[in-house]
């Protein structure tokens, strides 16, 4: 995308776009550039369904995904609604034939960007990117069944999304407090195609392994934290203010809710005893022998 001379290092407000590959560490050297021309070719006949140039876009390829910033004379409309529906389709297309599926997390802010002769920056630019590497995203993809999520910030959802378009349907997002590296920040996610997205179907949370940066890159088995600082989505109201934690750990929360399998860590002995109803005493535990508690 060419910028007058002047323009070099002046911000202009323009709609980032961050495209981030389910588990790419999962690719071998030889899968990997295949997955990346379907994630090209999906892109690129989403812009030309679309009617958007991409040449009017500045791209920049991150290996296993692509980070874009839009000009301001192309409708953030066009690109949050026709455009996401030609992705979601072209995607569909590509799955058709794939043993296993190719996954997609979107992310799209508007803010400040700053070009120079090495791509795009600024903070408008880190927060789409920490947006599509938000671990909700990746747990909604599992948990949904769904091989595409988006996710926009707050502001974008309530300037543009929450008043509706062609295409964009503001019933079918849903919002969640993430706990970024920069703070915490409302993200409004979607899933293109289905209904609006249920957090409480995702997988219950655990600590997270590796360290406060480890599934940052989508390798590897998914961590059970959320993407950031720590703790997984708390979801808010419709204005988006935080609703605190997604339930209160009591038995109304607990009623009719499978957390599937549990982990455990024991250095010993280990006894776990769950939704039981005991009529009499009940020993749990080791037995111990009379003559072994007299030594």
């Known amino acids: 995308m ?3 001379a002047s323009d070099a290092g002046e911000a202009r407000y323009e709609l980032v776009i961050s495209v981030d590959a389910r588990r790419s560490g999962q690719y071998g050297d030889a899968e990997k550039p295949r997955m990346r021309e379907r994630i090209y070719r999906i892109l690129d006949t989403a812009f030309a369904q679309a009617g958007v140039d991409r040449r009017a876009l500045y791209t920049g390829d991150r290996g296993d995904g692509v980070l874009m910033a839009v000009p301001g004379r192309i409708a953030v409309t066009r690109l949050l609604g026709l455009w996401m529906v030609e992705v979601h389709e072209s995607l569909r297309e590509e799955n058709s ?5 190719l996954g997609l997390r979107i992310a799209m802010h508007v803010g400040p960007v700053r070009h120079d002769s090495n791509g795009i920056n600024g903070r408008a630019v880190d927060l ?4 599509a590497d938000a671990d909700v995203g990746r747990r909604l993809l599992d948990a949904e069944g769904a091989d595409l999520v988006l996710v926009v910030s707050g502001s974008l959802y309530h300037d543009v999304v929450s008043a509706g378009g062609k ?3 503001p019933e079918r997002f849903a919002p969640a407090e993430l706990d970024l590296k920069e703070g915490e920040f409302t993200g409004w996610f979607h899933l293109p195609g289905r209904a609006r997205p249920d957090f409480s179907r995702l997988a219950p949370q655990g600590p997270a392994e590796g360290g406060e940066d480890s599934g940052s890159s989508g390798d ?4 059970e934290g959320s993407g950031g600082k720590g703790g997984g989505p708390r979801p808010v109201d419709a204005e988006g203010r935080d609703d605190g934690p997604l339930d209160d750990g009591g038995p109304a929360a607990d009623e009719g809710r499978d957390d599937g399998p549990a982990r455990y860590v024991a250095g010993g002995d280990l006894s776990v005893n769950r939704d039981n109803v005991y009529h009499q005493p009940v020993h749990i535990g080791r037995t111990v ?3 072994r508690r007299k030594g």
Request: glycine content about 4%.
């Open 220 to 223: 590897g088995p998914l961590p």
């Open 289 to 291: 022998d009379s003559d």
């Open 167 to 169: 295409f964009i349907l």
């Open 97 to 101: 034939s794939l043993r296993v599926p």
């Open 128 to 131: 789409a990117c920490r947006l």
């Open 2 to 4: 060419e910028h007058d």
